[in-house]
């Protein structure tokens, strides 16, 4: 293992139960049809893919000028990042460092706010390379994400290790020909199958030098 690349909603922090809350709140406030449960098949995707299937539902509605709302909306809501980060995060870090391996940050999230994440968790200068998802053509579940840390790492993907929580992150991952581990959250139920290795909490993960090994839950 060269690489240990991060995905950010609900692996650094415990993001996507508060986003979902939000959002649903706001749909309902605005009249937006929505079917929450259709929309966690989304997870993990860029705005473009979710607000495709919003729009399908609300053909009647203006699309593009309502998702300029909810943007703004976005930029008011106020969230606690340090209180839903995952402090084992730094830990893993710390291990990367210490045998060499570098880091990333890849998600789906627009730049502007996974710098504001990174800054509220103190996160600054931890990881060698972020990518943001928006920055490029096609969504997770296709690779293209993790295709691009791995080239700009100078890494082979199959040198790479990438957590993830969902299905079209995990479907992303292996796509790009690397090892995936999947952080499994039963409030989603994400379909993690395809992950190489699952786990309920980072802090079964170890990093050495040989790689990364995983504990069992019950010897935490």
Not at 46 to 70: C, S
Not at 101 to 121: E, G, K, W, Y
Not at 171 to 189: E, H, Q
Request: hydrophobic share 40%.
């Amino acid at each position: 293992m060269q690489a240990f690349i991060f995905d950010m909603d609900s692996v650094i922090i415990d993001s996507e139960k508060v986003y979902e809350q939000a959002d649903q709140k706001w749909f309902a406030e605005n009249g937006i049809q929505t079917d929450r449960i259709a929309l966690r098949q989304c997870l993990g995707c860029t705005d473009d893919v979710n607000w495709g299937m919003i729009a399908k539902w609300n053909p009647d509605r203006d699309i593009p000028e309502i998702y300029r709302q909810y943007r703004e909306f976005c930029k008011e809501i106020r969230v606690n990042y340090r209180q839903i980060y995952r402090p084992y995060v730094q830990t893993l870090i710390d291990q990367c460092h210490q045998y060499g391996i570098q880091t990333a940050l890849a998600s789906s999230s627009p730049m502007d706010n996974i710098l504001t994440v990174i800054r509220d968790c103190g996160l600054e200068n931890q990881f060698d390379l972020i990518v943001s998802g928006r920055d490029l053509p096609q969504s997770k579940p296709d690779p293209a994400i993790f295709l691009q840390c791995a080239k700009q790492l100078g890494i082979v993907p199959a040198a790479c290790v990438v957590i993830e929580d969902s299905y079209n992150g995990v479907t992303a991952g292996k796509r790009a020909g690397m090892t995936v581990i999947g952080l499994d959250d039963p409030y989603f139920g994400q379909d993690l199958s395809e992950a190489d290795v699952r786990v309920e909490v980072l802090e079964q993960i170890e990093i050495t030098a040989q790689g990364f090994g995983i504990k069992a839950r019950a010897a935490l």
